[in-house]
């Protein structure tokens, strides 16, 4: 039996049903393959049901089919349409940061529950990528002083333009790792999604187009983890709060880890999986000032 033929190597697709009957036909769900084609010529996905056959514009026609290809071999959607939805905004997002995951939006609302009642709290999110946890917590509480870090400058400025793009731009970006860049600084709130993929994790093929800085953190994934529990006590107020994202099986060893450092009321939270996803912990000892 031939081989079936790539996309690269099938006719092309003279209207949009061939094109999406291709993208099914290599692997692209159907929901992917509309995303894809809205995206390239700039429609909606009622427009695109309505004029499915309807003749492809042919300037259209190299993005459809690169983009087709490139998601045939794996690389995230939102890398293609160069956005995410996250907690009610669009991030747009590149090769230079994780994908924001639905997950996330856990750590998000602990975090806004934690800071009710407060007045003007203080507010920093370590290793932000795009800027997702950062931007989420600000758009919902516009009087938080929120700082956002990362040690990647790529990362940095499209975290930046997503800012400026959402009028959040009162958030304060500084480069460094993790509270480093923050020496005499205290806040009530310290928040992260550091990377936490053992190396060697069976799963990190599956997340190759993604940057590998941002996922993995030594032999168990716990090293970003136990750096930002080691450090946090001398930069958080009395009774705030340090939230963490982990892996699903990490729930325990990051618990110890807060315990150790000197939090208390340490405890988990689950995703929709349900899985573990965050630990957090109050500090009780740091004086304000």
């Given at each position: ?167 959040l731009s009162h958030v304060r970006f500084l480069a460094g790792s ?17 990377p936490y993929i053992a190396e060697g994790d069976a799963h990190l ?76 912990g109050r500090w009780p000892g740091a004086h304000r000032g």
């Amino acid at each position: 039996m031939a081989p079936e033929p790539t996309p690269a190597h099938r006719p092309a697709p003279a209207t949009l049903a061939d094109f999406l009957q291709q993208a099914r036909e290599a692997g692209l769900d159907r929901l992917d393959a509309q995303l894809i084609a809205c995206t390239a010529l700039g429609v909606s996905r009622s427009w695109l049901l309505a004029h499915d056959t309807d003749a492809l514009p042919p300037e259209h026609l190299p993005r459809l089919m690169d983009w087709l290809r490139r998601r045939a071999e794996g690389e995230p959607l939102a890398y293609l349409v160069g956005d995410k939805a996250f907690f009610g905004l669009t991030l747009s997002v590149s090769p230079h940061v994780l994908i924001p995951r639905p997950d996330t939006e856990t750590l998000v609302e602990w975090a806004l529950q934690a800071l009710a009642g407060l007045r003007a709290p203080r507010v920093v999110d370590l290793g932000t990528g795009s800027g997702a946890i950062a931007l989420a917590i600000a758009s919902q509480r516009p009087d938080a002083d929120v700082t956002a870090v990362d040690f990647s400058p790529p990362a940095l400025a499209v975290a930046q333009a997503n800012a400026q793009r959402l009028g959040l731009s009162h958030v304060r970006f500084l480069a460094g790792s993790w509270l480093s860049p923050l020496a005499g600084e205290r806040f009530d709130l310290i928040v992260s999604n550091p990377p936490y993929i053992a190396e060697g994790d069976a799963h990190l093929p599956a997340l190759r187009h993604e940057p590998r800085s941002a996922l993995t953190s030594g032999p168990d994934g716990l090293d970003d983890l136990r750096q930002i529990a080691q450090q946090a006590p001398g930069h958080i107020h009395e009774n705030g709060w340090l939230l963490l994202e982990h892996g699903f099986d990490q729930a325990e060893a990051v618990q110890h880890l807060l315990q150790d450092a000197g939090f208390t009321d340490v405890s988990t939270r689950f995703d929709l999986g349900p899985q573990a996803r965050c630990t957090g912990g109050r500090w009780p000892g740091a004086h304000r000032g």
